[in-house]
């Protein structure tokens, strides 16, 4: 299941930076989604809402499943809320531009991609790494 999900990008990186920016984005997040709810399953823990990724039950079940990725990137990534300027994460940057077209954040976006498509390409590749184990525990 979560390596399938990697087969299914909405193919927007022939859209250039952004696109690929995108394309990883929405992958990443789908994957971060599936794991958490694995945890949550495993553990017996709470599930918070569905449209919420909570940076420390992203970062447990991570531990968890020994998904080999760098906390500190996990809120470069996946950090919720408005952000500032220049600091945003790859979440509020997606956020911003896929809900309000901000011209700000695109340009963010075609700045920092260089640094963050490598971070989610990690993200996926660590998590797919660990598909089996994750799947046949949750």
Known sequence: MLIEITQ????LSCQGDLGAFLDRYFVAEVL??????????DTKK????????QIQILGAAIRHFGIIFPEPDIK??????EGRR??????QL?????????????AE????TSVLKPMLNAFISATCALAPLIENVA
Do not use: M
């Open 46 to 53: 709470q599930k918070p809402s569905a449209d919420k990724i």
């Open 8 to 11: 299914r990008s909405p193919g």
């Open 86 to 91: 220049g600091r945003k994460s790859a979440r």
């Open 76 to 81: 470069i990534l996946f950090l919720g809320g």
């Open 32 to 41: 971060a989604r599936k794991v958490t709810s694995f945890y949550q399953d």
């Open 94 to 106: 997606r956020n911003g531009y896929v809900h309000s077209l901000s011209v700000e954040d695109r």
């Open 109 to 112: 976006i075609e700045c920092v």
